[in-house]
């Protein structure tokens, strides 16, 4: 059973900041948040990953509340290369972190 | 990169054959994932690795069995193939301990007539 809820799809137009929430409500406390990114026919590829507050990158950034039952992954001005999968994921403690169980991921649409 | 290399990129079989496929990391990296992915779907966890000769169960490990005899091979095996395995295998690996990123493979797309 995955641990994450994301949306199923969203649409956007270019230029337009783009957030895409993650639900993650039993995450244990070691737990980070990555978020990866796919392409069609490629294998997915690391984005961002944080534990708590803000963390911001090149790419992206991604709002984690104190809570830490949700994240937000922020996409600042999309471009059309931006239209892919967007996963997140967290950790396994009940198995050494090993079983790494994908949610279903967002369909990220960039329209012109 | 990683340094991840799956093998075969495509392949084509027939209902009932063995299929081996292989992933090769060049790092020495602890944890090994097989994971397949449908039209439609996510990324489903098959079995995964944590060192030399330990493996464990996913999702959808049914039909499925994998080998890792050294550090550096990881290989999943689908005993007599069906035509409900047909898609795509990626391979990841994880570049740390607990709570590192997974970095992923190309990907094998399997046929299975």
């Known amino acids: 059973l995955a641990k994450t809820t994301q949306p199923i799809s969203m649409d956007s137009y270019e230029g337009q900041e783009v957030n895409i929430t993650c639900s993650h409500n039993?995450?244990?406390?070691?737990?980070?948040i990555t978020w990866y990114q796919q392409f069609p026919s490629q294998g997915p590829r690391f984005i961002i990953q944080?534990?708590?507050t803000k963390v911001t990158n090149e790419v992206a950034s991604l709002f984690i509340p104190a809570d830490r039952k949700s994240s937000t992954l922020s996409l600042p001005r999309v471009s059309l290369s931006d239209t892919a999968v967007y996963y997140c994921?967290?950790?396994?403690?009940?198995?050494?972190?090993?079983?790494?169980?994908f949610g279903q991921g967002t369909e990220l649409s960039v329209k012109p | 990169d990683a340094g991840i290399t799956q093998s075969p990129r495509h392949k084509v079989t027939e209902t009932g054959t063995p299929v081996t496929l292989r992933c090769h990391q060049t790092?020495?990296?602890?944890?090994m994932y097989w994971y397949r992915q449908d039209p439609g779907h996510g990324l489903r966890l098959i079995h995964y690795?944590?060192?030399?000769?330990?493996?464990d169960k996913g999702e959808v490990s049914d039909g499925y069995s994998v080998s890792r005899s050294k550090t550096e091979d990881f290989l999943l095996t689908l005993e007599s193939a069906t035509s409900s395995q047909t898609s795509v295998y990626f391979c990841?690996?994880?570049?740390?301990?607990?709570?590192?990123?997974?970095?992923f493979g190309n990907g094998t797309r399997l046929t299975v007539t």
């Open positions: 690795s944590y060192g030399v000769k330990d493996t």
């Open positions: 944080g534990y708590k």
């Open positions: 990841a690996i994880r570049t740390g301990e607990y709570n590192s990123p997974l970095h």
């Open positions: 790092e020495n990296h602890r944890y």
């Open positions: 039993n995450i244990a406390t070691n737990d980070y």
């Open positions: 994921l967290v950790g396994d403690k009940d198995n050494q972190g090993g079983k790494l169980i």
